[in-house]
């Protein structure tokens, strides 16, 4: 089973979109919205309660912290941060379920102990985006076969993927081939072509191993082990910068209520989202994306996004009943690929999303210990509250060479 299926029962529609802005909004290209002169490279910039703004070019600030609404104008945009704090009625907008964003949206959160960018926040630390206290983040990319099963196995030195539905996917793209227990085999490679079918998919280099497909004539071959064939790529981006790399702390994104007022949750919405460099290792409460004691978060979802290149777990639900995960992809995780602490979410989870190879991982935090990760596990459902893990620490450490 795989994203397809979900598209074909409520997929966002592929009408093209022109967003209209509300009176007064103000556009980040005009000096006149910052009283002369554009913001300078590492400045905190805020975006004041009712003020709309659009963002309608490439930024680089030290942070960005939005009491109002930011709006990404439908056109290729980098922003650079260290982080982007989304608060109170504050929103980030790039596009809506019904008309989603098509251009490129590359957010690259990055912090360098030589060459700090801005003042860390006081609580979350560097390299996020949040959405704390009721604020909301909306991004929404182009509708993707995020993955789907193998149809025909393939054999060491083929280069041709017969796959079990068909799919969008384009030339010069990349995929991941996957099979075995927990989807221990895994190869990358390019795509050259995708045959009129949309089922027959050509690969610039031969695969070095034999992959099981759905279709295959053979016994005593579990489920689970068929091969999936994964996209590895999306238009909107978000990502820790390449310096993440060197000691595992990626960056992290958290939508989390408030503790004095459970009513005020946050909401956050992603589909068709790359997360890359995500997560920061043995830091509690620091994954690619968590919901942290969010009460009932019914608006918020995950659809059709892609978690790669992650320091620490995938997806994570804690205190947070009722997000809706379908279709997404956690590649190569250090730790649980999903973690979700109701029963709530189970059925869609296991049935429309997929981990690749969770790794290894022996965390020195205590907590984090308890999840039993030298055991990863795809799909990690926690029944009781009393197993929560703090949002906030402030250790890190290197994971296990493997």
């Not at 393939?154 to 280069?159: I, L, S, V």
Request: aromatic share 6%.
């Amino acid at each position: 089973m795989g994203f397809l299926e979900f598209l074909a029962t409520g997929a966002a529609s592929e009408a093209a979109a022109a967003d209209e802005y509300p009176n007064g909004a103000m556009r980040w290209s005009d000096p006149h919205t910052w009283g002369g002169s554009l913001p300078a490279s590492r400045e905190a910039v805020t975006v004041d309660v009712g003020r709309t703004l659009i963002i309608d070019q490439d930024i680089d600030v030290g942070s960005l912290h939005i009491k109002g609404t930011a709006i990404v104008e439908r056109r290729d945009i980098s922003i650079a941060a260290e982080w982007i704090l989304v608060e109170g009625a504050g929103a980030l907008i790039a596009g809506s379920a019904e008309q989603p964003f098509k251009q490129r949206l590359h957010i690259t959160l990055c912090s360098s102990a030589s060459e700090q960018r801005a003042t860390a926040h006081p609580q979350l630390g560097s390299k996020f985006l949040a959405a704390l206290n009721g604020g909301t983040i909306d991004l929404h990319g182009e509708a993707r076969t995020s993955w789907v099963s193998l149809g025909n196995s393939t054999a060491p030195g083929h280069d041709t993927l017969r796959l079990a539905q068909p799919v969008d996917w384009r030339a010069g793209e990349r995929v991941a081939i996957a099979s075995g227990a927990d989807h221990c085999l895994l190869e990358e490679r390019a795509i050259n072509d995708v045959g009129a079918d949309c089922l027959t998919v050509h690969l610039a280099t031969p695969v070095w191993h034999r992959h099981h497909g759905k279709y295959a004539p053979l016994r005593h071959v579990l489920p689970g082990s068929i091969g999936k064939v994964v996209l590895l790529s999306r238009n909107i981006v978000i990502e820790g910068c390449a310096d993440s790399e060197r000691n595992s702390v990626g960056a992290y994104c958290l939508i989390a209520g408030t503790a004095e007022n459970p009513a005020r949750h946050s909401i956050g919405r992603f589909s068709g989202v790359e997360f890359r460099r995500m997560g920061q290792f043995n830091r509690p409460g620091r994954y690619p994306l968590h919901w942290h004691d969010n009460g009932d978060a019914a608006d918020s979802s995950v659809i059709g996004c892609l978690i790669h290149q992650s320091y620490q777990r995938g997806i994570v639900t804690v205190g947070s009943r009722h997000v809706r995960i379908s279709g997404n992809v956690v590649m190569k995780p250090y730790g649980h690929g999903y973690i979700v602490e109701s029963e709530d979410n189970s059925p869609q989870l296991v049935t429309t999303n997929l981990a690749l190879r969770p790794r290894v991982v022996r965390f020195a935090d205590q907590k984090m210990r308890s999840y039993c990760e030298h055991h990863p596990r795809a799909f990690w459902v926690v029944q009781s509250a009393a197993a929560r893990t703090p949002a906030i620490d402030e250790d890190a450490g290197i994971p296990d060479s493997l």
